[in-house]
């Protein structure tokens, strides 16, 4: 059984950056494909960016169109640790997000329903 526990949201203006962490208690989570999700108010959840390790310092990363430039996915598979780094944070990028573990696929997948494992979700809030 994995948990996710996330940090790091808070409430910040246009232009401003935010880090957000993911710890996860399981022994297995380098196996595993992290992902970032988002949900606005009256939205559906939203792929924000995944990444999985391949092998030594190889990573395979992907990222939504609309935060391509601005938001860097990592991780230290060492801390057990996943992380989503927001830059030039605008209004849009309000939302509740969320950390997502998928044990299972073989592969990057940016489906909601292929992760398996959710965090609590931490609120990120972008005044103009």
């Known amino acids: 059984q994995v948990q996710l526990v996330e940090s790091g949201g808070g409430l910040v203006q246009a232009g401003d950056s935010l880090s957000l962490s993911c710890a996860a208690s399981?022994?297995?989570?380098?196996?595993?494909?992290m992902g970032w999700f988002r949900q606005a108010p009256g939205k559906e959840r939203e792929f924000v960016a995944a990444?999985?390790?391949?092998?030594?310092?190889?990573?395979?990363?992907e990222y939504a169109e609309s935060v391509k430039g601005r938001f860097t996915i990592s991780r230290d598979n060492a801390k057990s640790t996943a992380y989503l780094q927001m830059n030039s944070l605008k209004p849009e990028d309000t939302a509740v997000y969320y950390c997502?573990?998928?044990?299972?696929?073989?592969?990057?997948?940016?489906?909601?329903?292929?992760?398996?494992?959710w965090g609590q979700g931490t609120q990120v809030t972008v005044s103009s």
């Open positions: 990444i999985k390790w391949r092998s030594g310092s190889t990573y395979y990363a």
């Open positions: 399981g022994r297995t989570f380098s196996r595993y494909t």
């Open positions: 997502a573990a998928d044990s299972r696929s073989t592969y990057l997948s940016e489906i909601y329903s292929s992760y398996d494992y």
